[in-house]
């Protein structure tokens, strides 16, 4: 198998690294602080806050499990692992959309006031970064030629 260019493997990796240290952040805040999160939470929900931790939690264990899955396909593509590059294609691709997704809420948020800016629009611009790497991943995995996907 031709390797893709570095740029590929580079994004999946950093993605990947962004998400561990995302998750495990989230994985901390839920068990030694949930209150940080639940204080943020309107009067009116009425959710303790062991109840938002334990999400938090499942949350964060969910984003590692991302970050593995992105390191493991990186460093699959840095191999040349035959499969390698349709994990690639699907990973950064899905990522993609769903950056873009996230990046378009950030700003309705915005926008509507739902949001205080100062948390959004960095969210956004971060957001719609990782919507752009993870679609030039996506080019460069497909447009790397030799055999088909």
């Not at 995302?22 to 209150?35: C, H, R, S």
């Amino acid at each position: 198998m031709e390797r893709p260019s570095r740029a590929a493997w580079a994004i999946l990796l950093l993605g990947g690294i962004v998400l561990l240290a995302g998750g495990a952040a989230a994985v901390a805040v839920g068990l030694f602080n949930p209150g940080l999160i639940s204080s943020q939470l309107p009067p009116e929900a009425e959710v303790d806050a062991a109840a938002v931790g334990g999400a938090a939690v499942a949350l964060g264990v969910a984003t590692v499990l991302l970050g593995i899955v992105h390191i493991g396909t990186a460093m699959a593509l840095r191999l040349g692992i035959r499969i390698a590059k349709t994990a690639a294609v699907v990973v950064a691709s899905t990522m993609a959309v769903l950056s873009l997704g996230f990046a378009v809420a950030a700003v309705v948020s915005i926008a509507s006031g739902a949001a205080p800016p100062i948390y959004m629009v960095p969210a956004a611009v971060g957001l719609g970064a990782a919507a752009i790497g993870y679609a030039v991943a996506t080019a460069v995995v497909i447009g790397a030629g030799g055999e088909p996907i």
